[in-house]
């Protein structure tokens, strides 16, 4: 399949993947290859309408992830020929601003990058590695989560920490989300048949993940993630914020620590710790007092990063509820902006309840502040910003 960007995503056990004709928008194929390194292991392919093509069997590595990827493509089409492969990567740190071609010293200081996103710029690494030997001579683009918010002022992406630390060491805000941010800012203008620059925005992406995001003509203000993406709303394994002096009083009364606090608060916190699942819909679907908790701590610290950023913005012309949950859990929606009508912030019942997977407004006809709920599309995101690279 010729003129085609493949897109990948490679994350800490899967690859995701999607091949995207920039010019029409089709998507030949997409797929994911999914618990690698672990039991179990499944890729699932899809062409068309048709029955996918599955194959279940252990993927020791992203190695043999990427190969079943390959072979996938051979067995089930379309044929694979990408003029440009673009790859996600969460963290560009200050160096990389905007999507970039990928070379050795990219290569490199992507690796730098590690400590700041431990968890994602290995894989995303790991990801660009194999696909540089999988094509050798196409072009291969690194679009970073954190570019979007290159446009922080200082007094936004600035800790009022030692200035060694600022300086030395480069702790700041970053932001994340940002392909995201990118993607549904621009639909959301479109959808309210305005210009981006003339808008004052805030998205919300709710998934796994979880952040806000004060966008102000097209250019992000505020971000609720810090310098690494645990920091703001409360997520699925991830705590957001907590008080900075957690980390030493653990450490003094039971000895744990700062790596062992950090991986906790990363991968034992947030809705999990809260109510021992992740999943929302599994939550929704409970009746007990931890799972009430959990709801009601996750919608509250949504409403009141949307308040602030209200009041950041002075303006708010849309709220955009984005991201696996933003887009399908109609209760979350109403229960994280319950309360807001003095701001102009109301969600209509019906419409809210809806159903449906395209972009809508949620809010009443004439409302002073548009409740939007915007599909994302990271991989559309990616591919036209590499197309835009290459061309």
């Known amino acids: 399949m010729t003129g085609c960007i493949l897109v990948l995503n490679t994350g800490s056990s899967s690859i995701k993947y999607e091949l995207v004709d920039i010019t029409t928008r089709e998507r030949p194929a997409a797929g994911l290859v999914e618990r690698i390194g672990e039991d179990g292991g499944r890729l699932t392919h899809r062409t068309g309408d048709g029955p996918p093509y599955v194959r279940e069997r252990p993927f020791p590595g992203h190695g043999e992830g990427l190969e079943a990827m390959m072979t996938a493509f051979e067995e089930a089409g379309p044929p694979l020929s990408p003029v440009a492969v673009g790859h996600r990567v969460v963290h560009g740190g200050t160096r990389f601003t905007e999507a970039v071609l990928i070379d050795d010293d990219v290569v490199t200081a992507i690796e730098e990058l590690a400590p700041l996103a431990p968890l994602h710029n290995p894989v995303n690494l790991a990801g660009i590695r194999l696909a540089r030997k999988a094509f050798p001579g196409v072009p291969q683009v690194a679009v970073f989560d954190t570019a979007f918010h290159r446009t922080l002022p200082p007094e936004a992406h600035t800790y009022a920490v030692p200035r060694d630390w600022r300086e030395r060491l480069g702790v700041r805000r970053f932001g994340f989300h940002g392909t995201s941010c990118a993607y549904v800012s621009r639909r959301a203008a479109a959808l309210l048949g305005r210009d981006l620059a003339g808008l004052n925005l805030i998205v919300l992406h709710l998934g796994n993940g979880a952040s806000a995001t004060a966008i102000s003509g097209g250019r992000s203000v505020d ?26 009083y653990l450490a003094r009364v039971d000895g744990l620590d700062a790596q062992e606090v950090e991986h906790a608060l990363t991968n034992r916190g947030g809705l999990l710790a809260l109510a021992g699942t992740r999943d929302m819909r599994e939550l929704r679907s409970r009746d007990d007092a931890e799972a009430a908790l959990a709801l009601d701590v996750y919608t509250r610290r949504i409403r009141k990063y949307v308040g602030a950023y209200y009041a950041l913005l002075g303006r708010v012309d849309a709220i955009v509820l984005t991201g696996g949950i933003g887009e399908h859990d109609a209760a979350t929606r109403a229960a994280c902006l319950a309360g807001l009508e003095r701001l102009g912030v109301v969600v209509d019942p019906a419409l809210n309840e809806a159903g449906g997977d395209g972009e809508r407004a949620v809010s009443p006809p004439g409302a002073e502040v548009a409740v939007l709920v915007v599909p994302t599309d990271e991989e559309w995101e990616i591919a036209r910003q590499a197309h835009a690279l290459i061309s």
């Open 223 to 248: 971000t609720s993630m810090g310098m690494t993406p645990l920091e703001g709303l409360v997520m699925g394994t991830r705590s957001g914020d907590v008080d900075p002096a957690l980390a030493g």
